[in-house]
């Protein structure tokens, strides 16, 4: 496979410069921790090395140092289609080297080879509750083709270490085939009728999830995939999703384990689940009005009042970007040319044009601009796809080949187990207490 040559290449060159590093400066200090950030959720804490995705604070999503919207222009695409294959882009973020058509295809071709999903994984959807979360029935599934991880087997057989790369990129490649028949079996079992149909070997692996759920007819909606699954397909290593594959991998744990891992993180509300949230805020807002779309005026003082409540505007602000989401970007240019008279298109407009305004002038905020969640749903809603607790399993469509990617080359580098170390709550005070530093601590607090 050209794909595994290439990248074999570029292991051997970024785990040298690796191990010189190490053996050069391994003693340096590059990034030290406040108090703040140690009970903060770590953020803000240089800790974590990816080269396949990046957020830059005020330029965006980058892949593989290269800004998301020229990744978009650069990347081969299906004649007719402005927007990429999820080969290419599969094949980029390993590789880092743009692909030829020819190499894109050699990932679409072998995706289409290994797509189908075994009966008795299907078998299993179709026995869970019929009130079954999308995501827990999309983390069981991923979890039940566990038995056909080549790691787990070759592992048990005495497997080079150097060569654990190779075959998590054989369970990865296995993986992301079949991560759209998947999302749309859990589509058709829990709402549809349950039928069930062989991919169209004439479709791209993101097209194809337009044909599994029977909207093959819909040339728009197959565009839409394109765009909305290479959007979602990493955000760097330091999100729950991406750091729980990670961490679960670093105990040499197969593709499987790791992904469903990374399926329970992206279900979480602060995580994957927020583009549910931002879409029923919209509704609500439309609802509010009586199915009408509010005038400007009536807009901002709606945001007002809700700021005033002490709640916050969905999708708007971010962790790290302090500017709008690129992706949102995109998403926001594909309405604009295929559903610009769209009323909740239309909100979603509005909200970009005054709350960015508004979260400056309240002054609260270190974000106040629209991220990727804040009208991913209302393009799939267009689209017909009228189930919102979906929504979160299109993101992690997407997201599984960033993270396989991650995966694949933490083995190449023979990453060690992540084991960081934890201290007590006394021990930070006894520390602050050794550094003259009383500021941070109550003297009549007692456990």
Known sequence: MELAKKLEGKIREVYEQMRYMLAVSGETIISQVSLQQFFSGNR?????????????????????????????????????????????????????????????????????????????????????????????MFSQAILALQGQ????????NG?????????????????????????????????????????????????????????????????????????????????????????????????????????????????GRANQDCIEWLLKILEQFNGRLP???????FVWDTLEKGKVIPGYGHAVLRCTDPRFIAQYEFGKQYMPDDMLFQLVDLLYQIVPGILKKQGKAKGVWPNVDAISGTLQ???????????????????????????VWNRALMLPLERPQSITFEMVKNRLHDMNDYSGMNPDFHY
């Open 149 to 156: 991880s080549k790691f787990a087997k070759t592992y048990s």
């Open 295 to 301: 005038s400007k005026v009536e807009l901002e003082k």
């Open 381 to 407: 809603y267009h689209c017909g796809l009228k189930q919102l607790d979906f929504y979160t399993v299109l993101f992690g469509v997407g997201r599984m080949l960033g993270i396989t990617a991650n995966l």
């Open 44 to 136: 803000g804490v240089d800790l974590l090395v990816s080269d396949v995705s990046y957020v830059d604070p005020f330029d965006g999503l980058h892949y593989r140092g290269v800004p998301l919207d020229q990744v978009m222009q650069k990347l081969p695409k299906p004649q007719g289609s402005a927007f990429p294959y999820a080969g290419g882009l599969f094949a980029f973020l390993l590789t880092g080297d743009f692909p030829t058509l020819e190499e894109a295809m050699e990932v679409e071709d072998l995706w289409k080879e290994k797509a189908d999903i075994p009966d008795y994984v299907l078998n299993i959807l179709r026995t869970m509750p019929s009130d079954s979360h999308p995501m827990t």
């Open 159 to 271: 497997l080079c270490r150097e060569d654990h790369w190779r075959v998590m990129l054989e369970d990865s490649l296995e993986l992301t085939a079949k991560t759209p028949a998947l999302a749309a079996a859990i589509y058709n079992i829990k709402y549809g009728n349950g039928s069930m149909r062989k991919i169209d070997k004439d479709l791209d692996w993101s097209a194809n999830f337009a044909h599994l759920i029977y909207k093959e007819w819909d040339v728009q909606y197959q565009d839409l995939c394109r765009l909305f699954f290479c959007l979602h397909a990493d955000q760097g290593v330091g999100n729950v999703s991406a750091h729980a594959a990670c961490l679960v991998n670093s105990a040499l744990s197969d593709v499987y384990y790791s992904c469903s891992a990374a399926m329970n993180g992206l279900a979480g509300p602060l995580h």
